[in-house]
């Protein structure tokens, strides 16, 4: 009898995966689809353990999942973050990590712009002073808080890898009065293509009339914006988050928020997605907030469905992925192959 792989996707959010299914039985694989986001560990296990391949959208792959896994080549996380992964336990296993970093950066990018436009130019608020004035029949702008021409003002971006560097590049030409960049990781060859000078983190924090943050979450990112840094702010000030949302001290922004310590945030992700009621934010006029929505368009969700087709192949045929977190494994595999 022939071995016939195993493609298990633990959770997914398009309509459905018939163009996955597809490739997967023109190829004699078994496909098979479940929806285990909110299910118990033991039922992830029961349903991944015999996988050669998964795909995890937001299900949290933890250590003893991995553990758990018979013949595991490769884990796919459906998307460009992968901190619901525990990639130290993939590592151990000698099971590469496939990320897709290259799927969503326009519109992850345009969301960030689209919120530092919104919040420049009150866009929400004008919409509930103007349902106010059809019912009125008479303008009332006494609501909308003091705002300023962007023309001349300092944005920081904190974080310029792929996105962090397109909003770079599409901002530059907005007429800002200058664009701070900090990023101790980026190499010589994007800061010259670039054409930017990094800053210290401080500095963006304490000159940027607009704040963008584009890093990944990680135990030295985590709750970049806090007390602290939100204190070294400009009161005119906004902070726009469309990276992940432990980037941000929900409940010290909510209090500076409170306090117009600042004058207004933007917010695409959070903590629990999606955020429950006593969600800090929720009721704050000088925020606007978006469901975790900045990586969608009809392009994007069609494009990483094919790259992650591509890298199921590129598993299964025994090849390195396209983008891989844990690099290290395959370094291991060449070195023993």
């Known amino acids: 009898m022939n071995y016939r792989p195993k493609v298990v996707v633990t959770d997914y959010i398009e309509p459905d995966l018939d163009l996955e299914a597809e490739e997967m039985n023109r190829r004699g694989v078994d496909f098979v689809a479940h929806q285990l986001k909110f299910r118990s560990e033991a039922d992830v296990i029961a349903a991944v353990r015999d996988a050669d391949v998964i795909v995890v959208n937001m299900v949290r792959m933890t250590a003893t999942v991995i553990g758990s896994l018979d013949r595991c080549r490769r884990i796919i996380r459906h998307g460009a973050g992968y901190d619901n992964v525990d990639q130290a336990?993939?590592?151990?296993?000698?099971?590469p990590l496939a990320y897709c970093p290259d799927y969503c950066m326009d519109e992850v990018a345009e969301q960030a712009i689209?919120?530092?436009?919104?919040?420049?130019?009150?866009?929400?608020?004008?919409?509930?002073?103007?349902?106010?004035?059809?019912?009125r029949r008479q303008w009332n702008f006494t609501p909308l808080a003091r705002c300023w021409r962007m023309a001349?003002?300092?944005?920081?971006?904190?974080?310029c890898g792929r996105i962090g560097g397109m909003v770079f590049q599409k901002m530059r030409h907005f007429g800002f009065?200058?664009?701070l960049v900090c990023d101790p990781y980026l190499s010589p060859?994007?800061?010259?293509?670039?054409?930017?000078?990094?800053?210290?983190l401080?500095?963006?924090?304490?000159?940027?009339?607009?704040?963008t943050i584009h890093t990944p979450l990680n135990d030295e990112t985590r709750h970049l914006v806090n007390r602290e840094t939100l204190a070294m702010m400009k009161p005119t000030a906004y902070v726009v988050n469309t990276s992940r949302g432990p980037m941000v001290d929900h409940e010290a922004l909510a209090d500076a928020l409170r306090r117009k310590a600042i004058a207004g945030a933007a917010v695409d992700v959070y903590n629990n997605e999606p955020p429950e009621n006593t969600y800090p934010l929720l009721d704050l006029d000088n925020v606007i907030l978006t469901p975790h929505l900045a990586w969608y368009s009809e392009d994007a969700a069609w494009d990483i469905r094919r790259k992650i087709v591509e890298d199921i192949h590129l598993a299964l045929d025994g090849k390195p992925p396209r983008f891989c977190v844990n690099e290290e494994v395959l370094a291991r595999g060449r070195n023993t192959g």
């Open 89 to 95: 336990a993939c590592t151990a296993r000698g099971i």
């Open 114 to 135: 689209a919120l530092i436009f919104a919040c420049a130019r009150q866009i929400p608020q004008s919409r509930i002073i103007l349902d106010d004035a059809v019912v």
């Open 152 to 159: 001349g003002k300092t944005l920081g971006i904190v974080g």
């Open 177 to 179: 009065g200058q664009i």
């Open 189 to 200: 060859a994007w800061r010259e293509e670039l054409g930017i000078a990094a800053v210290p």
């Open 202 to 211: 401080e500095q963006v924090f304490r000159e940027s009339d607009y704040l």
